[in-house]
């Protein structure tokens, strides 16, 4: 489905008239993106729903992402146009299974990526994105034992970033950001020798390009590893004209429209999540109409969650 101005003005009335925020993320379906009131990373998101002071969040994103907004909103509607877009990152861990990690390692810090459920967050000590899990790590006294969740390989980029060695590592992966690899870097550099590379850290090629640069075979200059958001940045400060973004597709809509002269090529073509396209422009319609699917988070389980976001925000990551 692409833009239709009848129903993409339809949705921005019925939302003023509803006192309705609409907040997407950057890898929605560019309509999606183009009647958003605002379109940001998990951070960015998660800070609009904080502050907002709309009656009505309609979230265009995945589950654990609206939870997310209703936990730091509680007294606010928040809207999901369509239930099924979940996250297969996730999916890999449950609150039952992060009890029985936790009591393998007693008084170990545990640190949640955002992409998780409310349950989880509410067994967490601090909770992170992908645009300040550095930061949040490095926060945390060095002697103490780390347990970081859930996925391998943005916790591989943080063990390397830190140098701290007492990071335990849930293998949970995304499937979309797992598929992209090391193969698809070397045939796009092949392809594009003067690019620059911008990597989602929950890339599988996100290591493999690391050793690259250590093992003196890509310049360092050349690769960012980067939240949506650090992408979206990037190439208005990078003196070259040329992209290799190796992340999900979506977010090449704002690169190419936010920066003109410049030339974004996907690392991997088929780097696309199901869950961030079932969101449509009729989905979002009547998810007004019918204020649906409302999200809620029980009382003691949105208060245990958001200690771990309010310790997030307050490193000021
Ligand atoms: P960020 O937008 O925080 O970089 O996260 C990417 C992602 O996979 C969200 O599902
Ligand atoms: Fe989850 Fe991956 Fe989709 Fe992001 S891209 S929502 S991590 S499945």
């Not at 008239?17 to 379109?39: C, S």
């Not at 146009?81 to 393998?104: M, V």
């Not at 870097?185 to 020798?193: D, S, T, W």
Request: with cysteine.
């Amino acid at each position: 489905t692409h833009t239709d101005p009848a129903l993409h003005d339809a949705i921005r009335e019925l939302a003023a008239a509803r006192n309705a925020v609409i907040l997407a993320h950057n890898y929605e379906r560019p309509e999606i993106q183009d009647v958003a009131h605002y379109v940001g990373d998990s951070l960015g998101l998660s800070r609009e729903a904080a502050k907002t002071d709309a009656d009505v969040i309609v979230f265009c994103g995945v589950h654990f992402m609206a939870e997310t907004a209703k936990i730091l909103s509680p007294g606010k509607t928040v809207l999901l146009p369509d239930l099924a877009a979940g996250c297969s990152l996730a999916a890999t861990i449950d609150a039952a299974q992060l009890r029985a990690w936790k009591a393998e390692h007693p008084g170990a810090v545990v640190v949640a990526y955002v992409n998780t459920t409310a349950e989880v967050k509410a067994e967490s000590d601090y909770c992170c994105t992908s645009g300040n899990a550095v930061e949040v790590v490095n926060a945390i006294p060095a002697d103490r034992e780390i347990l970081f969740l859930p996925d391998m390989f943005l916790g591989a980029h943080v063990r390397r970033v830190t140098g701290r060695q007492n990071i335990h590592v849930w293998m949970g992966e995304c499937h979309v950001h797992a598929g992209i690899d090391p193969e698809h870097i070397n045939l796009q550099r092949a392809a594009h020798p003067g690019a620059e590379f911008l990597i989602h850290p929950e890339c599988g090629c996100a290591t493999p390009v690391v050793e690259a640069i250590s093992a003196g075979a890509i310049d360092p200059k050349d690769v960012h590893i980067l939240s949506t958001e650090g992408m979206i940045k990037r190439p208005q400060v990078s003196p070259v004209d040329e992209f290799i973004v190796a992340t999900e597709l979506g977010i090449l809509h704002r690169l190419r429209r936010e920066n003109p002269g410049k030339t974004f090529f996907a690392a991997n073509d088929r780097a696309q999540c199901a869950y961030m396209k079932v969101t449509t422009l009729p989905k979002v319609l009547r998810s007004l109409e019918t204020l649906s699917h409302e999200i809620t988070v029980p009382d003691d389980v949105a208060a245990r969650a958001r200690r771990s976001i309010e310790r997030m925000i307050a490193i000021g990551g």
